[in-house]
């Protein structure tokens, strides 16, 4: 998605995001870093995304292609990608011999940047099947992994107990 920054001296506090003409444009204080602005915009894409599209099994397959060429250079293959209602305690499960991978349907409701991190997870058990430092240098490719990893805790810390 392209991003268009306006930033403005009159704006004093707030960051704004709007999709105009098929772009996102960011309208924000002229003092602020783009390191800072990086942050907001990564929030508030995921936010414009998740209201435009659909979560579903042909989601997941765009998402999981697109992240494949990105962090994995469009190397691996799996036979099937889909939401499971079944992932009562698991974000997601990826089977190394059947290449299938589930992601809970209890990301749904989640920012994309975090269900991409847990789809980067997934697809990088297609490549090493255990939790080891092999793993773990794939995983992390994806910048936003320990921001995601911080907002699942949070999420998980924030639900009632049973």
């Not at 960011?26 to 907001?40: R, T």
């Not at 059947?98 to 980067?120: A, C, F, H, M």
């Not at 699942?152 to 639900?159: G, I, R, V, Y």
């Amino acid at each position: 998605m392209e991003v268009i920054i306006k930033r403005s001296n009159k704006r004093k506090k707030t960051i704004q995001a709007r999709m105009v003409g098929g772009r996102m444009e960011v309208l924000a204080p002229s003092y602020i870093s783009d390191a800072a602005l990086q942050d907001h915009i990564a929030r508030l894409q995921a936010r414009l995304v998740k209201s435009d599209v659909p979560r579903n099994d042909d989601h997941l397959q765009a998402r999981a292609s697109h992240l494949n060429k990105k962090y994995f250079h469009g190397v691996l293959k799996w036979s099937s990608i889909t939401y499971s209602t079944r992932q009562e305690h698991r974000r997601g499960s990826c089977n190394y011999t059947t290449k299938t991978i589930r992601i809970s349907n209890r990301l749904v409701g989640l920012p994309q940047w975090v269900e991409d991190y847990v789809i980067v997870h997934e697809l990088a058990h297609l490549i090493e099947p255990n939790h080891g430092k092999r793993f773990k240098a794939l995983v992390r490719k994806y910048p936003l992994a320990e921001r995601a990893i911080g907002y699942l805790m949070a999420a998980e810390a924030m639900k009632p107990s049973t």
